[in-house]
């Protein structure tokens, strides 16, 4: 933990003079809040890399829809790896899929969520550091709200993401039960101010993908409601 820590530490610097910032803006606004600064800096992060997700969930959904294809390839062409890369790369140019794609987004991501995370996971709060029911952001949630809502939301947004990927596999299953409750009980022993961030960035996270992918969800239904008069005047 403390080699992450040193490791995104010119990250966390950063995001502790940013979250001093929220924080003074809350105090100005007459509500000085720790827990409103995580909130709020919390939905500036998303917001600002929410082109990077965007291009990360469309270029797996893209992936994933290519799939049959590539399977087909691979059964057809395992006794040739050559001209089974070759075909590959055609249905890629053709799909217009770049299976870096969806990886470049995720690392540029990756040090920014990971130095909110430790300038959270650490923070001496200097003004009082209660919010709502909890008595100090920096310890954890007696009445283990938090964790719940932790585990409910990860659950919700991974059902989500494989709702709009396509996804039915048997493995993606297990892991949309496994990861939220590995996180919700992770989140018994974060400090409140953590988990604040992670409950706040998922629900950022539903409601982007939400956004990102209403037009086709209304798109399918017009085209299931199509299919069933087509049935009912036959």
Do not use: H
Not at 81 to 104: D, H, I, R, T, W
Not at 136 to 152: C, F, G, K, M, T
Not at 200 to 225: H, S
């Amino acid at each position: 933990m403390e080699f992450f820590a040193n490791l995104f530490e010119p990250v966390v610097v950063i995001f502790r003079t940013v979250f001093g910032l929220f924080y003074d803006v809350t105090a100005s606004a007459g509500f000085p809040s720790y827990g409103i600064a995580i909130i709020l800096m919390t939905i500036v992060v998303k917001m600002a890399l929410y082109p990077l997700t965007e291009k990360q969930i469309r270029s797996m959904k893209a992936m994933q829809e290519i799939q049959p294809a590539l399977k087909k390839i691979q059964k057809d062409y395992k006794n040739n790896p050559q001209l089974m890369q070759q075909k590959m790369g055609e249905l890629y140019k053709e799909s217009g899929v770049n299976p870096l794609a969806g990886c470049l987004p995720l690392l540029v991501q990756m040090p920014i969520l990971m130095g909110v995370y430790y300038s959270l996971f650490g923070f001496e709060y200097t003004g009082d550091p209660a919010f709502l029911w909890l008595s100090s952001l920096s310890e954890s949630d007696p009445y283990y709200i938090l964790p719940v809502l932790s585990a409910l939301t990860t659950f919700i947004t991974q059902k989500q993401t494989m709702a709009n990927n396509g996804q039915d596999n048997q493995q993606m299953k297990m892991m949309m039960y496994i990861m939220p409750l590995f996180i919700g009980w992770i989140s018994l022993s974060f400090p409140s101010g953590l988990v604040v961030y992670w409950v706040t960035m998922n629900i950022c996270q539903i409601i982007q993908q939400w956004y990102m992918f209403r037009g086709e969800k209304k798109l399918e239904v017009k085209v299931e409601d199509t299919a069933q008069k087509g049935k009912k005047k036959r």
